[in-house]
C-alpha cells in the first residue's frame, strides 16, 4: 500500500466514518483507496472531469483491489451524482473558483446532513465568502504542511443560523494560531496582505490599505497571543 501525503490524510481525517463518500477531482483516487483500505468508509465515487485522469483512478481501483467499494465516474463536479449517492464530498487540490462553480451546481449540497470537505489550492477567500454567503458554516479546520507547502483544509456544512462572515474569516477561515503549521499558514496570509498594502500605498491608495493593515495586525496579535498562552 502507498501512503497517502500530510494535505490528503488531514482530508481524509475529516471523513466520517462508514460513510457513503465522492471524490470530486479524484485524479489517481488514491484518497478514496486509502480509506476504502482502512476500512473506514462504506462506499465510494471516486469523480474526474476528464477521462485520463480517471482513467488512472480505474487503474489504481483495479491494482489495490477495492473494486467492491470504490467506483470511477466521468463528472463535472457533481454534475453526474444523484443527492443518495454522497454523504460526504471532498473536493481537494483545485482552485477556490473551480469549487464555487461545482457547488453552485449542487444546490442539494444546502443540507446539513451533507459534509463538505474542501482543500482549495488558490483564490480561497472567494470560495470562504461564496460559503457564508449561501449559509455554510466551518465546523473544523486545520493546516498541515506537505513537500514545502502549507494547505489548509475545512469541513463546512449548510447551517445559515451558525454562517458567519467578518474580514478574519475571509483571510483564515477558523484556524487558531493552535499549532505550527497553522502558524504558518496565518504567516504566509501576513505577507500576502503586506505585499497588497504596499502595492496600493505606492499607487497613491492608502484609504484601500488601511483596512488590509488593521487585519495585519489582528493576525500578528493572534500569533502573539497563542505565544503568551
Ligand atoms: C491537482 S488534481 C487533485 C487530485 C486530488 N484531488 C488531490 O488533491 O491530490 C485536480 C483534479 O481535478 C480535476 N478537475 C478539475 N476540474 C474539475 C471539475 N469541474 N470536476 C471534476 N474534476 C475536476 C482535474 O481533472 C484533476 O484531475
Redesign the pocket.
Known amino acids: 500500500m502507498f501512503q497517502l501525503?500530510e494535505?490528503?490524510r488531514l482530508?481524509a481525517s475529516m471523513v466520517r466514518p462508514g460513510c457513503a463518500l465522492a471524490?470530486?477531482?479524484?485524479?489517481?483516487a488514491?484518497?478514496p483507496i486509502w480509506l476504502a483500505k482502512q476500512g473506514m468508509i462504506s462506499r465510494a465515487i471516486a469523480?474526474?472531469?476528464?477521462p485520463?485522469?480517471l482513467e488512472r483512478a480505474q487503474q489504481n481501483i483495479e491494482r489495490y483491489q477495492v473494486q467492491h467499494l470504490v467506483s470511477a465516474r466521468l463528472?463535472?463536479?457533481l454534475d453526474a451524482f444523484q443527492p443518495s449517492e454522497a454523504e460526504d464530498i471532498?473536493?481537494?487540490?483545485?482552485g477556490g473558483e473551480?469549487m464555487v462553480?461545482?457547488l453552485s451546481r449542487a444546490p442539494w449540497l444546502k443540507n446539513a446532513e451533507k459534509h463538505l470537505i474542501l482543500?482549495p489550492?488558490t483564490t480561497v477567500s472567494t470560495l470562504r465568502h461564496y460559503l457564508a454567503v449561501q449559509g455554510f458554516t466551518v465546523l473544523r479546520e486545520q493546516a498541515v504542511q506537505d513537500e514545502g507547502r502549507v494547505y489548509s483544509a475545512f469541513l463546512t456544512v449548510y447551517r445559515p443560523d451558525l454562517a458567519q462572515e467578518d474580514a478574519l474569516y475571509l483571510q483564515i477561515g477558523k484556524l487558531k494560531a493552535d499549532t505550527p503549521d497553522n502558524r504558518l499558514y496565518i504567516r504566509k496570509r501576513i505577507e500576502q496582505l503586506q505585499k497588497k498594502a504596499s502595492g496600493l500605498a505606492r499607487s497613491g491608495k492608502q484609504a484601500e490599505a488601511e483596512p488590509l493593515l488593521r487585519l495585519i495586525e489582528q493576525l500578528y496579535s493572534m500569533l502573539e497571543k497563542d505565544v503568551a498562552n
Open positions: 501525503g494535505r490528503l482530508c471524490d470530486i477531482g479524484t485524479d489517481h488514491y484518497l469523480a474526474d472531469v476528464r485520463g485522469p463528472s463535472d463536479g471532498v473536493i481537494a487540490g483545485m473551480t462553480q461545482i482543500q489550492m
